[in-house]
């Protein structure tokens, strides 16, 4: 099948999809409540593009919070099943535009470091103003060793690089695979980074897991990741006091979460224990509250001990293994769970229930896969430069795209502060 026709054959799904959208009992009332929700009952049908996407691939529904796309899937009714499960194993992820081909684009992944040859499903007259040295937020999947681009969610230029790696880092954050997944050399990186600090970790602290206050924990962390000699024994300071309670700082949203993450535990006002545990497979986490849970089955009358249990078993950030070494630890594990729960779980029905991506995904610790993540060192790198750079106090109304930026970088006023820029 040539390229032309496997574009045919996708447009081809992608309006089943739509169809499946618009009749089917369960998906039609969500649509619809969907597009009320987000003011777009009315929208034309030119526009429907828009929001049919990210509607297929990021709306979940029902008890097992599927996504519709995987619900189509499931529902076996598309003529052509290999495509429809090609759609649903996609990735999303801010990409830099490196060429700009005759039918698509090469594209950088910022996220995964790999380079990709990308066919549009569209006429490339249709994306006319996108040019190389921009960036693309955007899905991509692949089918039958070709890739294709099927949504463009936005569209940064060149002078928003700090902004693509920042949306970069965020889903790196979000979901740690995205780093590794479609990049075998980049996950062998990671594996072998795993099993080196792992090492160091147990010469250092003869131990895999430390408990200590929400205060030093950065400074053992940085210490260690940067390999920096010296006994770090004076940081390891327990709280005295266990309970749970909500930190805004861990409420990280896209507007705040690169200045929590530089910030770091220390910068919180509240004060609290946070577990530093290595995994010898899975790597590094840094577990807020994670002595106050294990002391939940240590029979303390630990306070808010039924919203802690939840913030484990909920929190997408904790993963299964996480919850097994603490099940492992304590016999009474279940029976304290199910008694606060109200349930009659087994234990592989507690994670099924709430752990069920970490089971069907490869799944390594996010701080690991940070730490050989370029997208994070890089948006470090350009928040530094940007807060060393002179800023002019207000730029003139008449100053020219193309003219020298009055903050005195030496570039172009449209490549650096025209964006950020307040005129007056």
């Known amino acids: 099948m040539s390229i032309i026709e496997q574009i045919i054959s996708i447009n081809d799904v992608l309006k089943e999809i739509f169809n499946y959208i618009r009749t089917d009992s369960v998906i039609k009332p969500d649509f619809d409540e969907y597009l009320a929700t987000i003011g777009a009952k009315t929208i034309p049908a ?111 230029n060149d002078a928003q690089k700090g902004e693509a790696y920042k949306y970069a880092v965020m889903r790196a954050v979000q979901n740690p695979e995205l780093v590794y997944k479609d990049n075998p050399e980049k996950e062998k990186e990671i594996k072998e ?110 306070e808010n001990k039924e919203a802690c249990i939840k913030y484990f078993l909920t929190n997408d950030a904790v993963s299964d293994r996480l919850i097994k070494r603490v099940a492992d630890k304590y016999p009474n594990f279940m029976e304290i769970i199910n008694g606060i729960l109200k349930t009659n779980y087994t234990f592989d029905e507690l994670i099924k229930h709430y752990k069920s991506y970490y089971l069907e995904h490869n799944m390594y610790s996010s701080a690991t896969v940070l730490y050989t993540s370029q997208a994070f060192s890089g948006t470090f790198d350009f928040m530094e430069t940007m807060m060393n750079r002179p800023q002019p106090a207000s730029v003139p109304k008449n100053i020219g795209r193309n003219d020298p930026c009055p903050c005195g970088s030496g570039k172009k006023y449209k490549n650096c502060c025209m964006n950020a820029a307040v005129q007056v």
């Open 46 to 156: 030119s526009q429907i593009e828009k929001i049919f996407l990210p509607y297929i691939f990021e709306r979940t529904i029902g008890g097992k919070a599927q996504t519709v796309i995987e619900l189509f899937c499931s529902s076996g009714i598309s003529k052509n099943q290999d495509i429809a499960k090609a759609l649903k194993d996609n990735i999303y992820s801010a990409f830099a535009i490196k060429k700009v081909l005759k039918n698509g684009f090469e594209l950088y992944n910022l996220v995964n470091e790999k380079l990709y040859t990308v066919n549009s499903l569209t006429k490339m007259t249709n994306l006319r103003g996108i040019h190389a040295g921009q960036f693309l937020i955007s899905r991509i999947f692949n089918y039958k060793g070709e890739y294709y681009l099927v949504e463009i969610a936005n569209l940064l």
């Open 193 to 302: 980074n795993i099993s080196d600090m792992y090492k160091k970790f147990i010469k250092k602290f003869n131990t895999e897991e430390i408990i200590t206050s929400n205060k030093y924990a950065d400074d053992i962390i940085g210490s260690f990741c940067d390999d920096e000699a010296g006994d770090l024994r004076e940081k390891i300071v327990p709280v005295t006091e266990y309970k749970y309670f909500e930190v805004p700082e861990l409420q990280n949203t896209y507007n705040n979460f690169m200045e929590n993450s530089v910030g770091g535990f220390a910068t919180h006002n509240a004060t609290y224990d946070v577990g530093i545990v290595f995994d010898k497979e899975k790597g590094l986490y840094a577990i807020p509250f994670y002595q106050t849970f294990c002391k939940i089955f240590e029979g303390e009358n630990v």
